[in-house]
């Protein structure tokens, strides 16, 4: 609920599995006085994921989520949401897939960041499928979240050249790059009209 520079800066979750690198560089930019977020809560479904070490380090409110039963974690995700006035959710990097019911809930308050040029190579392998289809160009993409996977209206996209002696890990990394930079700039072009 901050305000600052004439607005207010929304609330929003952001739901990561493992090691959060979108997850820390959200964070670092909610820091800046031009942001449009402060990030009020982290969801993560692994209780070994790295991303939850930054968030310890800066008092940064966590639910960590057993996923065994997906209605029951869903709930509690849910009153989560609604406990820290969460108005919009980042998914950066989790690994489940949440449930019609809870999409409609939470209506075009979803958003994805996707490590290709959607809708090219929806799903995981993106950057082995790039190398294997010798693509001249992959990318990355932010997206709203509808019940199809990686189907959404999309915000912005990112293009990456694809080098010659590249191998998907050499090019995950330079997507990856490309991730950091603009998700930030998504997210405070959706929050303009939320």
């Known amino acids: 609920m901050t305000k600052l520079g004439g607005f ?4 929003i979750a952001v739901f990561i599995s493992g ?17 449009r977020f402060k990030i009020n ?9 790295k991303g939850l070490i930054h968030a310890k380090k800066f008092k940064i409110k966590t639910t960590v989520i057993n996923y065994q039963n997906k209605n029951k974690a869903e709930k509690k995700i849910l009153y989560s949401l609604k406990k820290n006035k969460i108005e919009l959710i980042c998914l950066a ?3 489940k897939i949440l449930s019609k019911n809870f999409i409609k809930i939470f209506n ?8 290709s040029l959607l809708p090219k190579y929806k799903g995981l392998n993106t950057h082995e499928k790039v190398i294997k289809n010798n693509d001249k160009f992959s990318g990355c993409t932010v997206h709203y979240v509808n019940s199809k996977l990686d ?7 990112k293009k990456v050249k694809v080098l010659k002696n590249d191998n998907p890990e050499k090019l995950a990394k330079r997507v990856l790059k490309q991730e950091h930079f603009l998700y930030p700039k ?3 072009k959706v929050l303009i009209n939320l």
């Open 108 to 115: 075009r308050k979803i958003i994805n960041i996707h490590p």
């Open 41 to 49: 809560l982290l969801v993560c479904n692994n209780k070994k994921a």
């Open 151 to 157: 189907t959404g209206k999309i915000i912005l996209q």
């Open 19 to 35: 090691t959060g690198s979108n997850f820390k560089n959200l964070h670092k930019f909610s820091l800046k006085k031009n942001t």
């Open 8 to 11: 207010r800066k929304k609330n």
């Open 93 to 95: 990097g989790f690994m």
């Open 186 to 188: 998504a997210l405070n």
